[in-house]
């Protein structure tokens, strides 16, 4: 059986056991933090793609979540849209805003990449804070375009609040795990296959790769472009779990706990990115209690990590 | 005409700040190509330590300079020893320093939280007043604060040019194994870089915070433009970084002027993406030709 079959088994595996968690533990908090995973687990694996797997050191990651969950929110608000159609049509703004950002910055190189990629997640944000202009004037309050400080909220739902009355966050654990499925099989046919070869070989020797015609600007904007549709849509499932959009999503410890998910897991691997955000949203869950200790803590995890253990956990057990 | 005093005089301040804690990020990157990712918080440490040094222990300006500049290098030292030094030969050093600082970062920025608690201070070491200059009044502290830089920057040149350790440290950015077979320990190289560039940081961040105020977020922002302006310059060209932080201050006072302050980092941005389509090795960076 090959590498690629295995792990596609070993997913729908997975999918199978979480998709009964909902028929033994029924507790709303159980499930809505398993959704929560979900969310986080896809974003960590297609984070995972650009990072470890293709080797560009982005930082916009996060900047494409936001976007989807901005342009589902704004869809849904502004556009009345539901929300069922809003999701799909905010991924593909974010495929958009992904190619804009990598063609801007994927002309360059490692750190010049990462510098640029966060000066540009940087100044997204700082635009949909600044803007204190009154767009609309619903009965809240002024709101600017983008939603200023406060955000968006009341934009509709997924319709299981009608469908399953106070059970509809088991209607979004489904809807999670669905997409979390088909992130991660797109993910595993993506490494496994040609175009993830092309990608590995541009990350481990650039030159070699371009002189045997990969073309490295496109390659890697396909590899963005790609990886940029799952986060996107991972940011609309947010913005509809929560029913709020705010500049939170922005946040740099968002960014870091993300990005300690991957480094702790395994950088460049299949499952590692779902290892590690399965851990740390556990240990997240026992340091609770301990406010800013945890950003202590979560600081100090990435970088112990990084020193002592720089392939992450599935890297053990290649030793 | 006034107006054009008013905006050359708040630009050569904003540049002077940056172009302070640019060039230690700068040659910290051609030293070690480390992109160091916890400047941010060795700013905010540096702002808090004088603050602590003026208002708690009531020493005088210039003793809680040098003692925040101390600590900054020391926190440089350790972030070496610690963090640096065991990676060093790994073939992934740039992107695991780059990850392994974010996290080093972040537990700063938590612990001068957690010392001095999340309210904006005032910074106690301000000049009020000003000089009248062609019927613009011009703030003491604005002049102080290019004073300062200025002198910072000559006496950056004056170690990198003039002494035996800037030697050796230029040695060690221009070719690491080449200068290692001259002799020179690039290990106490790597060492003095990140503990200059410590104390550069906690120079830098007394200055911010002295017009803008403490929190123990406020590096991110200077940081985000100090690395901005390397990559403006070329990563690592240190007398470029200078010359861009000043300009790029200049420019983003211009800016405000004309469009207002909250478009100004989104406009600077968009120039320097521009900048960077046109030359992508910098202003000042050479083209490298990559050997296969």
Redesign the interface.
């Known amino acids: 059986m090959s590498a690629g079959r295995r792990d596609i088994l070993l997913a729908l595996g997975f999918a199978a056991l979480l998709a009964m968690v909902p028929l033994v533990f029924g507790t709303r908090y159980i499930i809505s933090q398993i959704t929560l995973f979900f969310i986080w687990g896809i974003v960590v694996t297609q984070w995972n793609l650009v990072l470890g797997v293709a080797g560009i050191?982005s930082l916009a990651q996060m900047a494409l979540f936001a976007i989807g969950a901005y342009a589902t929110a704004m869809l849904a608000y502004y556009g009345a849209f539901p929300l069922l159609a809003a999701m799909p049509l905010a991924a593909l703004v974010t495929v958009a805003a992904s190619l804009l950002i990598g063609f801007?910055?994927l002309?360059?190189k490692?750190?010049?990449v990462?510098?640029?990629t966060?000066?540009?997640a940087?100044?997204i944000y700082?635009?949909v804070v600044?803007?204190?202009a009154c767009f609309t004037n619903p009965p809240s309050g002024c709101l600017p375009l983008f939603g200023g400080v406060r955000g968006f909220s009341r934009f509709g739902d997924l319709g299981f609040r009608d469908l399953l009355g106070s059970k509809f966050y088991i209607g979004h654990y489904y809807v999670g795990l669905g997409l979390l499925l088909a992130a991660q099989i797109f993910c595993i046919i993506l490494i496994r296959g040609p175009l993830g070869l092309a990608f590995r070989a541009l990350r481990d020797n650039p030159?070699?790769a371009m002189?045997r015609g990969v073309g490295r600007l496109r390659y890697q904007l396909w590899v963005f472009g790609l990886s940029a549709f799952f986060t996107g849509l991972a940011g609309a499932f947010y913005a509809a779990n929560f029913g709020v959009v705010g500049p939170i999503v922005f946040s740099?410890?968002m960014l870091?706990f993300l990005?300690?998910m991957i480094?702790v897991g395994g950088m460049g691997t299949v499952w590692g990115p779902l290892l590690g955000a399965a851990l740390l949203m556990a240990a997240d869950e026992g340091l609770r209690e301990f406010g800013?200790?945890r950003?202590?803590g979560?600081?100090?995890?990435?970088?112990i990590f990084?020193?002592?253990l720089?392939r992450g956990l599935s890297g053990l057990r290649r030793r | 005409m006034e107006i054009f005093i008013q905006v050359i005089a708040s630009g050569l301040t904003l540049g002077a700040m940056y172009a302070v804690s640019t060039i230690g990020l700068a040659l910290v990157y051609s030293a070690l190509n480390m992109l160091n990712m916890s400047q941010g918080a060795l700013l905010a440490f540096g702002g808090y330590v004088c603050f602590y040094a003026m208002e708690t222990l009531g020493l005088p300006a210039p003793v809680a300079m040098l003692a925040a500049m101390v600590v900054g290098g020391g926190l440089g030292l350790a972030i070496y020893l610690l963090v640096a030094r065991p990676m060093l030969g790994s073939p992934m050093f740039e992107t695991q320093i780059f990850i392994a600082t974010i996290g080093i970062g972040s537990v700063l920025q938590s612990v001068v939280l957690q010392l001095f608690g999340p309210q904006p201070k005032a910074q106690p070491l301000n000049v009020p007043g000003g000089v009248s200059l062609g019927g613009v009044v011009v703030p003491w502290q604005s002049l102080l604060i290019l004073t300062i830089a200025l002198a910072m920057l000559a006496g950056v040149a004056w170690l990198l040019g003039r002494t035996r350790a800037g030697l050796a440290i230029r040695a060690t950015a221009q070719n690491r194994d080449a200068a290692q077979l001259m002799g020179i320990r690039i290990g106490q190289v790597y060492a003095q870089v990140l503990m200059l560039s410590g104390a550069l940081a906690a120079l830098s961040g007394i200055m911010v915070s002295s017009l803008s105020g403490l929190l123990p977020t406020m590096g991110a922002d200077p940081m985000l433009k100090a690395f901005v302006i390397c990559v403006v310059a070329g990563l690592g060209n240190v007398p470029g970084a200078a010359i861009a932080a000043l300009l790029l201050g200049l420019l983003e006072a211009i800016i405000q002027y004309l469009f207002g302050v909250q478009y100004a980092f989104a406009i600077l941005l968009g120039l320097v993406i521009g900048v960077l389509i046109w030359r992508p090795y910098g202003l000042f960076g050479k083209r490298q030709v990559v050997r296969l």
């Open positions: 050191f801007a910055c002309r360059l490692g750190a010049y990462a510098l640029l966060l000066a540009v940087q100044v700082l635009i600044n803007d204190t030159g070699y002189s740099v410890s870091l990005l300690a480094v800013t200790l950003e202590i979560l600081g100090l995890v990435l970088a990084v020193i002592l720089p």
